[in-house]
């Protein structure tokens, strides 16, 4: 009896959660179809009458804000870096796990270490080398979020590889089998589980990265947290109007990304915090 | 096989090596070098031992305030952010209904980027202060707890998911034998619950911490600092410094310096301690 007094709260409890989870969201999806001037004033009611301007908001927001430019940024660089980020990174970490040396070592505590580094450390001093290196446009952005993703990564791939029997590939290299082939053969496939929650980890970072690509592209090619970032400008008023239809626009593709990933995305993030 | 794969370095590491190179060491090493100089492009930097560390701490720098705003906003996160990701952890151990989507629910905010969350927060905050005449940049305590309530909004769900796979992964029996010996709830989530969890315990409260002290684009979309620079974190006040004020990017290195070490030493510290409290199952 008591027990289920308790889950009938509880349950309320969680109905309550989840409408204040909702409702942020909610709010900014009414308020992209209402007039700019109303939404600073009341942003909790629907758009009555006057109030309501259609998609007349998503208009002037891509136009000012150049957003389909941006996502198509912001697509091109995070799907290259992250597949160059699981390659590069797998194979790496197999190699250090596989040659232990003193050089295999350092490098994975460099690796290590740079994952509590702040960005504000390197901010200044990165953006340069990029510069000097010409590595300032979205091909080259691509090469710095594999030297950025790899910590974080290589330290998860070795965590895993480390559990893998090495007979299976001592099998597969007395059958003629070269590295590469054993990797790519016989290692990359055991590795997949580990691979899906490195590739979702990093794809959540680097879609919402701000300052990396702000710093390094930003002059030239905007994703689209620049592109928002840049609705605010350096003068005075933000047009709210533009501002709640860019918001909606940059939410909608993260919301479709997690709904259809949603099993693997938990369960990705799960594995990836134990194994951290 | 060691001494086969060796050779294939070039193949497996070269790629990822240079890239670490490129994008974190040697810019790590030279942030280093540049703190302790006077610098407007690398090229021109010259020599000023500890000067650029002095002025960090100097009356026009508002490191110490911005510091001192982070930690608050720190401790009230990571406290409340845990415990409420913990309750509710345990609520969803309870087999009750839409379990699947209050959890689709509560992790959503999480793949939202701060900028765009910023400015969801901004304009909610608004609309409530709007009836009293304020906004959110009128007084810094408004952007303190904007700040706070808007992290909890982001992490609560994350959080929920890593406690909820360490509470799964303790093994039904010595639930059943503590039922069996008479365990109340209470000693149950005290003696077995809480203990069990501690490797969550661990990695939770690493990514609440490490992410209140580094929060850079929320705290720059929600208030950019506003009111007069009274609600800027230690990150957005490092960038201001880089980029706002010619003649103190040294200063703005030796900030950064600074910050590394601070974050270095609390995380590694709470590593060390919670690591300790685990108990081996």
Same mark, same amino acid.
């Given at each position: ?6 889950? #009938?709260? /509880? ?19 009414? $308020?992209? @179809? ?21 998609? /007349? ?9 150049? @957003? ?7 697509? !091109?660089?995070?799907?290259? /870096? ?36 702040? !960005?504000? =450390? ?14 300032? $446009? ?21 965590? !895993? ?21 054993? !990797? ?15 590739? #979702?980890?990093?794809? =959540?970072? #680097?879609?919402?990265?701000y300052l ?27 047009? =709210?109007?533009? =501002? ?5 626009? /940059? ?13 693997? #995305? ?11 | ?36 100089? &006077? ?74 980027g701060g900028i765009?969350?910023g ?71 005290? +003696? ?24 850079f684009d929320q705290?720059l979309a ?26 103190? &990017? ?24 919670? +690591? +300790?409290?685990?108990? &081996?199952?």
């Amino acid at each position: 009896m008591g027990r289920k007094i308790f889950n #009938i709260i /509880s349950f309320i409890l969680l109905v309550g959660f989840a409408a204040a989870f909702i409702f942020p969201i909610a709010v900014i999806l009414i $308020n992209s @179809f209402k007039a700019k001037f109303s939404i600073n004033s009341s942003p909790f009611s629907l758009p009555m009458g006057d109030e309501f301007v259609g998609l /007349s908001n998503y208009e002037t927001g891509i136009k000012s804000t150049g @957003f389909p430019p941006a996502f198509g940024w912001s697509l !091109f660089i995070t799907v290259f /870096s992250v597949a160059l980020i699981i390659i590069c990174t797998s194979m790496c970490a197999w190699y250090i796990v596989r040659v232990k040396n003193l050089f295999t070592g350092a490098l994975y505590y460099a690796l290590v270490f740079s994952m509590i580094v702040p !960005f504000q =450390m390197v901010m200044f001093t990165m953006s340069k080398t990029a510069n000097f290196l010409h590595l300032d $446009n979205p091909l080259g952005i691509i090469f710095i979020y594999l030297g950025f993703g790899a910590g974080l990564s290589v330290f998860m791939f070795t965590g !895993f590889i480390k559990t893998v029997p090495l007979g299976i590939e001592e099998a597969a290299t007395i059958d003629g089998c070269s590295p590469i082939q054993t !990797f790519a053969l016989i290692v990359f496939p055991i590795l997949k589980p580990t691979a899906v929650t490195v590739a #979702i980890l990093n794809t =959540m970072w #680097i879609w919402n990265d701000y300052l990396l690509p702000y710093l390094v592209i930003g002059s030239d090619y905007k994703t689209i947290p620049v592109a928002v970032q840049y609705l605010k400008g350096g003068y005075g008023s933000v047009d =709210m109007g533009a =501002m709640m239809a860019m918001l909606v626009l /940059s939410v909608i593709p993260v919301i479709v990304f997690y709904l259809s990933g949603q099993k693997y #995305i938990i369960k990705g993030v799960a594995a990836g915090a134990v194994k951290g | 096989m060691n001494k086969t794969v060796k050779r294939w370095f070039p193949v497996f590491v070269l790629p990822t090596l240079i890239a670490f190179l490129i994008a974190f060491v040697i810019p790590f090493v030279l942030g280093v070098v540049l703190s302790f100089t &006077e610098f407007r492009t690398v090229a021109d930097a010259k020599f000023m031992g500890l000067n650029n560390y002095i002025r960090a701490f100097g009356d026009d720098s508002l490191f110490l305030d911005s510091l001192w705003f982070t930690v608050k906003f720190a401790v009230v996160s990571v406290i409340g952010i845990n415990v409420i990701a913990f309750i509710l952890a345990l609520l969803f151990t309870r087999e009750l209904p839409g379990t699947n989507f209050f959890r689709t629910v509560f992790f959503m905010p999480n793949l939202i980027g701060g900028i765009v969350l910023g400015y969801i927060w901004q304009v909610i905050i608004n609309g409530v202060l709007y009836r009293y005449g304020y906004s959110i940049t009128s007084n810094p305590v408004y952007g303190f707890w904007g700040l706070v309530i808007l992290m909890h909004w982001q992490l609560i769900g994350y959080m929920m998911i890593i406690y909820i796979a360490g509470i799964q992964n303790i093994p039904g029996d010595i639930m059943e034998a503590a039922k069996v010996d008479g365990a109340g709830a209470f000693t149950v989530l005290t +003696r077995i619950t809480i203990p069990s969890v501690m490797p969550s315990v661990t990695i939770c409260l690493f990514l609440t911490i490490t992410n209140s002290f580094k929060l850079f684009d929320q705290n720059l979309a929600l208030t950019a600092g506003a009111p007069g620079d009274r609600t800027q974190m230690v990150a957005l006040d490092i960038y201001n410094t880089f980029y706002s004020r010619t003649g103190f &990017e040294g200063v703005g290195q030796a900030k950064a310096v600074i910050f590394f070490i601070i974050v270095a030493v609390i995380s590694l510290t709470q590593l060390y301690i919670t +690591r +300790r409290k685990e108990v &081996e199952s």
